[in-house]
């Protein structure tokens, strides 16, 4: 069972800029979609943005939209999410998750595979 690893959470001011990354345990994800997914205090775990590995399109939430920008690095087996103009409600754990369903997957019950989350905070 391929297993996620995200890193590069951490403090940051607002306004500020954070780059977190997912690996796979394995050589590949063994997905043909990656995900990221926040869980803020006292709230449920949301979606903020995905992306197809072969052909690198991507789906972003409308919170995150223009701000944050997921990508991937095929020959390092990576996926990232470049956070820009962070705020306070950014604040969250963020989770990288892993699923081969076809369409629009916004919901964490489509994905199988998850990571441990790394937590990001945003404050000055």
């Known amino acids: 069972q391929v297993q996620l690893v995200e890193s590069g959470g951490g403090l940051v001011q607002p306004g500020g800029s954070l780059r977190l990354s997912c690996t796979a345990s394995?050589?590949?994800?063994?997905?043909?979609?990656i995900g990221w997914f926040r869980r803020a205090p006292g709230k449920e775990r949301a979606f903020v943005a995905f992306?197809?590995?072969?052909?690198?399109?991507?789906y972003h939430a409308d919170p995150v939209k223009g701000r944050f920008t997921i990508s991937r690095d095929s020959a390092k087996n990576t996926v990232y999410l470049q956070m820009n103009s962070v705020a306070p409600e950014d604040t969250a754990i963020y989770y990288c998750?892993?699923?081969?369903?076809?369409?629009?997957?916004?919901?964490?019950?489509?994905?199988?595979?998850w990571g441990q989350g790394t937590q990001v905070t945003v404050s000055s």
């Open positions: 998750a892993g699923t081969n369903v076809i369409g629009v997957v916004t919901g964490e019950k489509m994905y199988d595979v």
């Open positions: 394995g050589r590949t994800f063994s997905r043909n979609t």
């Open positions: 992306i197809r590995w072969s052909r690198g399109s991507t």
